[in-house]
């Protein structure tokens, strides 16, 4: 067997050509999408996450401001530019991109940014909202891993999915989102992470494996069944001498060791990536559509 490649790319442009008719809509109802960008320091990663952020909003019509503070900026200096943002009638959702620099407190931070632009999904109501598997923002990654998933036609109802990795950004919503009942969703649940006795022994188990550790060959071949679904979230740089950068970007899969024995793998790049930024800006759309609605 050698797996079919998910191509994110493709899927997350068949997205955006709908955001960019419901952007233009809301832009002709008088709510054109707003999205508050904040990036925190200088981390090269995140510089360049939040940059194509900005550019797939300005592609599709959302009107996005930056907002950039130096590394050593106070935890009230950015609590005064959260409290702007959420007073800001043009901004619909508000994103802080983390990492956050170590002196500061990322729950208290969190905590500040009004529910309603929390497109990220990652305030607490949020979070919780989207437990008890109600209406909310959903978190980007998580999001686009389920529209990933549906939108290849793979059917998670009763499968073993197992998640490797226990961030709040990825392992445990995605986790969550995937044992809800509902149509795409509805999954048997084991999550993995670093205190895990005998990895092998549980993602040998799954029909559907999504890998989140932040590192390179976390899985091999020997470690997945025949014919499963490998979903790799990882992005990480390794050296490269022969690319201009100097680097190139691998996930936490070995890709060309499990090809052989996955039915359906996604890429990296290309695969979980371009769907992340695609799902910040469905939510941006709907922020700005709840706005709609609220001042109609
Ligand atoms: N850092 C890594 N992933 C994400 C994400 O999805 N959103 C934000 N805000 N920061 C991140």
């Excluded at 905590?111 to 979070?127: M, Q, R, T, W």
């Excluded at 201009?244 to 996955?262: C, E, K, M, P, W």
Aim: charged letters at 20%; aromatic letters at 2%; proline letters at 6%.
């Amino acid at each position: 067997m050698t797996a079919k490649i998910i191509d994110g790319k493709k899927i997350a442009a068949e997205l955006r050509t709908e955001l960019r008719q419901e952007a233009a809509r809301l832009k002709a109802a008088g709510m054109p999408p707003g999205l508050g960008v904040i990036l925190v320091g200088d981390d090269p990663a995140s510089r360049s996450y939040v940059t194509a952020k900005e550019r797939a909003c300005a592609e599709i019509g959302i009107y996005s401001s930056d907002n950039r503070l130096p590394a050593d900026t106070t935890e009230d200096a950015l609590l005064a530019l959260i409290a702007r943002l959420n007073a800001d009638s043009r901004i619909h959702g508000i994103l802080l991109q983390l990492p956050l620099p170590p002196q500061m407190d990322e729950g208290r931070i969190l905590l500040a940014i009004a529910p309603e632009k929390d497109v990220d999904g990652f305030h607490p109501s949020s979070v919780g909202l989207m437990m008890l598997g109600r209406k909310t923002f959903l978190p980007c990654t998580p999001h686009g891993i389920v529209q990933l998933l549906a939108r290849s036609g793979v059917n998670t109802v009763g499968q073993h999915v197992v998640v490797i990795g226990r961030s709040n950004i990825v392992g445990k919503p995605v986790a969550n989102m995937l044992c809800q009942k509902s149509p795409t969703a509805n999954a048997t649940v084991t999550l993995c992470h670093s205190a895990t006795m005998d990895l092998a022994h549980f993602t040998r188990q799954a029909d559907i494996l999504i890998v989140a550790t932040g590192r390179p060959n976390t899985v091999t071949a020997d470690m997945i069944k025949e014919g499963a679904v490998i979903i790799d979230v990882g992005v990480n740089r390794v050296v490269d001498a022969a690319r201009t950068s100097g680097y190139r970007l691998v996930g936490d899969v070995d890709f060309d060791g499990v090809l052989s024995r996955a039915s359906l793998i996604t890429p990296v790049p290309g695969g979980v990536g371009p769907m992340t930024i695609t799902m910040l800006l469905h939510n941006t759309v709907q922020a700005a559509r709840d706005a709609l609605t609220r001042r109609a």
